[in-house]
Nanobody
Framework: QVQVVESGGGLVQPGGSLRLSCAAS????????MHWYRQAPGKEREWVAT???????TYADSVKGRFTISRDNAKNTVYLQMNNLKPEDTAVYYC?????????WGQGTQVTVSS
């Protein structure tokens, strides 16, 4: 049984930082690409960042230079370090494990950026 579980969301002031974690089980974690998406109220889900099994990282333009994705294969965990947060970063953040046609989603974690 595959499980993908996000954690680390919360309320933070503009300019602040948060680190999201996503732990996956039931898969051979190291061979999966890991992805972060987000969905703001009333908007479609959008891609945020990807880290491949070879640890190549890519980012959406809206977060480039502020967010960093990383992975720890020994812990079956992917992270999203979010710095200089803005109110427009407010969303539910989802983690996904993908390999070929397989895709597994987490339940999401809420990030709210507000003063």
């Amino acid at each position: 049984q595959v499980q993908v579980v996000e954690s680390g969301g919360g309320l933070v002031q503009p300019g602040g930082s948060l680190r999201l974690s996503c732990a996956a089980s039931g898969i051979i974690f190291r061979i999966y690409g890991m992805h972060w998406y987000r969905q703001a109220p009333g908007k479609e889900r959008e891609w945020v960042a990807t880290i491949t099994s070879e640890t190549t990282a890519t980012y959406a333009d809206s977060v480039k230079g502020r967010f960093t994705i990383s992975r720890d294969n020994a812990k079956n965990t992917v992270y999203l370090q979010m710095n200089n947060l803005k109110p427009e970063d407010t969303a539910v953040y989802y983690c996904a494990a993908r390999r070929m046609v397989e895709r597994y989603w987490g339940q999401g974690t809420q990030v709210t950026v507000s003063s």
